[in-house]
C-alpha cells in the first residue's frame, strides 16, 4: 500500500518556503514601519506610540532570520548522520 499522504521532506520544504516568503514581506513592512518613524519625528509634536511600531516586525525579523540562519548548518549535521549509517 502506498503513502497517499504529503511526505515529511515535502511538509518541511514548503514550511522553508513560507518562512523565507514571511521573512521577506516583513521586511518590507518594518522597513515601511522606520520610513513612518522617521517622518513622524520630523513632526513638530510626534506621537510617541509611532516609535514602537517597528518593534513588532523586527521581532517577527529576529525570530524568522535566525531560523533561516540556522537552516544550512541543521542540513549538514543531518547529511553527516545519514553518511555515517
Known amino acids: 500500500m502506498g503513502n497517499t499522504g504529503p511526505r515529511w521532506e515535502e511538509v518541511l520544504l514548503q514550511f522553508k518556503v513560507l518562512i523565507r516568503q514571511i521573512h521577506r514581506w516583513v521586511s518590507i513592512i518594518f522597513t515601511l514601519t522606520v520610513i513612518v518613524s522617521f517622518i513622524a519625528s520630523a513632526q513638530e509634536e510626534p ?24 537552516l544550512p548548518y541543521v542540513a549538514k549535521r543531518r547529511s553527516r548522520r545519514r553518511a555515517d549509517r
Open 47 to 70: 506621537v510617541e506610540w509611532i516609535f514602537y511600531l517597528p518593534l513588532l516586525p523586527l521581532a517577527v525579523l529576529l525570530f524568522t532570520g535566525l531560523y533561516l540562519f540556522v
